[in-house]
T-cell receptor, first 111, second 111 residues
Framework: DAGITQSPRYKITETGRQVTLMCHQT?????MFWYRQDLGHGLRLIYY???????DKGEVSDGYVVSRSKTENFPLTLESATRSQTSVYFC??????????FGSGTRLTVV | DQQVKQNSPSLSVQEGRISILNCDYT??????FLWYKKYPAEGPTFLIS?????DKNEDGRFTVFLNKSAKHLSLHIVPSQPGDSAVYFC??????????FGTGTRLQVTL
């Protein structure tokens, strides 16, 4: 199916565990982004990528790692999960850096 | 430092009336502005945008107004419908090819 898909939709993990959130898009969009949504903060940028093998930090990148070896995939890894990383995570892609298309989100709970 | 601000966390409007959602920004480098709509358990979806060379853009029931001197934009929905009940995010971008989002306004359209 064409589009942008995130997996898993829901994840519960323990503090200190490593967890990876997956994002896959079928359009070959150059730009991909990871945001987290928290009450009172809206959507905050974690990392973004302008092309394969090019990534850059957003405003809340501490504790997160990304990679982009292929244009269509942009996984987000929490190296050692903390309770403050409990959030809803959205991946997005774009042709030109604006006009994003978002995935359906991953709700992550760190216990 | 919140560069895009939506000062009203929530808004309730009667069906058929006008909904006005407001957004302020502080970064003079922003030159393209967007509104996204978000339903629960879904990703945000693009609604309407406006370039800084315009002061108004209209799409059906939705109109966005931009006041560059005041660094203010607003989204007007006329007439409001129950299906418009959602969270609305204002977003802005400049040359960095990434969007900065506001905190969102929850719109409730009542019967």
């Amino acid at each position: 199916d064409a589009g942008i898909t995130q997996s898993p939709r829901y994840k519960i993990t323990e503090t200190g565990r490593q967890v990876t959130l997956m994002c896959h898009q079928t359009w070959s969009h150059s730009y991909m982004f990871w945001y987290r949504q928290d009450l009172g903060h809206g959507l905050r940028l974690i990392y973004y990528s302008a092309a394969a093998d090019i990534t850059d930090k957003g405003e809340v990148s501490d504790g997160y790692v990304v990679s982009r070896s292929k244009t269509e995939n942009f996984p987000l890894t929490l190296e050692s999960a903390t309770r403050s990383q409990t959030s809803v995570y959205f991946c997005a892609s774009s042709v030109s850096g604006d006009g994003y298309t978002f995935g359906s989100g991953t709700r992550l709970t760190v216990v | 430092d919140q560069q895009v601000k939506q000062n009203s966390p929530s808004l309730s409007v009667q069906e058929g009336r006008i909904s006005i959602l407001n957004c302020d920004y502080t970064n003079s480098m922003f030159d393209y502005f967007l509104w996204y709509k978000k339903y629960p358990a879904e990703g945000p979806t693009f609604l309407i945008s406006i370039s800084s060379i315009k002061d108004k853009n209209e799409d059906g029931r939705f109109t966005v107004f931009l006041n560059k001197s005041a660094k203010h934009l607003s989204l007007h929905i006329v007439p409001s419908q129950p299906g418009d009940s959602a969270v609305y995010f204002c977003a802005a971008t400049g040359t960095a090819s990434k969007l900065t989002f506001g905190t969102g306004t929850r719109l409730q359209v009542t019967l």
